[in-house]
T-cell receptor, first 109, second 116 residues
Framework: GIQVEQSPPDLILQEGANSTLRCNFSDSVNNLQWFHQNPWGQLINLFYIPSGTKQNGRLSATTVATERYSLLYISSSQTTDSGVYFCAARSYNTDKLIFGTGTRLQVFP | DAGVIQSPRHEVTEMGQEVTLRCKPISGHDYLFWYRQTMMRGLELLIYFNNNVPIDDSGMPEDRFSAKMPNASFSTLKIQPSEPRDSAVYFC??????????????FGPGTRLTVL
């Protein structure tokens, strides 16, 4: 099945810094999602982005499907951005969403 | 829309007891997924349903686990008997298919299960 890898595994930032999180996947996809798991454990949808670029406030994401990767950009980070960011992908021959192991982000004031 | 609803939010029980977790998917969604999250194993898909029919239960850890979806608005995940190693956060998620493409998957708030 499809493999999903995320990097870096951990990221420590000072408030106001920018960051880029990467997600590589091993097969063609018809679904690529980014989630934020906050410190209370809730999984919050950030982007549904099987291809192209989307922006939502300080966050943006780009998926280059032909090269099998997606990037999540966080600009002007805030302490509330702390948590774990998951990338998940679904290939064409399955209904299952396969999750990466996540990037743990800590933003300090 | 209320989103995916799960109950209870927290459950503490003793080893050997039966545990039932509940989920109400987003209205109109035709796929429902049960996941388990632990520090050691991350997020694991346990089972999923399409139009109330179980499609793939290969992630269910053993016979102590069972799941049902009696109608489009309700599903249960049951553990009987429960064991301490079942302690985890259990998530329910739902999605809608359009044509042959499954759309965005949405997660409930999770049930944190502790088995003593």
């Amino acid at each position: 099945g499809i493999q999903v890898e995320q990097s870096p595994p951990d990221l420590i930032l000072q408030e106001g810094a920018n960051s880029t999180l990467r997600c590589n996947f091993s097969d063609s996809v018809n679904n690529l999602q980014w989630f934020h798991q906050n410190p209370w454990g809730q999984l919050i949808n950030l982007f549904y982005i099987p291809s192209g670029t989307k922006q939502n406030g300080r966050l943006s994401a780009t998926t280059v499907a032909t090269e099998r990767y997606s990037l999540l950009y966080i600009s002007s980070s805030q302490t509330t951005d702390s948590g774990v960011y998951f990338c998940a992908a679904r290939s064409y021959n399955t209904d299952k969403l396969i999750f990466g192991t996540g990037t743990r982000l800590q933003v300090f004031p | 829309d209320a989103g995916v609803i799960q109950s209870p939010r927290h459950e503490v029980t003793e080893m050997g007891q039966e545990v039932t977790l509940r989920c109400k998917p987003i209205s109109g969604h035709d796929y429902l997924f049960w996941y388990r999250q632990t520090m050691m194993r991350g997020l694991e898909l346990l089972i999923y349903f399409n139009n109330n029919v179980p499609i793939d239960d290969s992630g269910m850890p053993e016979d102590r686990f069972s799941a049902k979806m009696p109608n489009a608005s309700f599903s249960t995940l049951k553990i009987q008997p429960s064991e301490p190693r079942d302690s985890a956060v259990y998530f329910c998620a739902s999605s809608l298919i359009s044509g042959r493409i499954m759309n965005e998957q949405f997660f409930g708030p999770g049930t944190r299960l502790t088995v003593l």
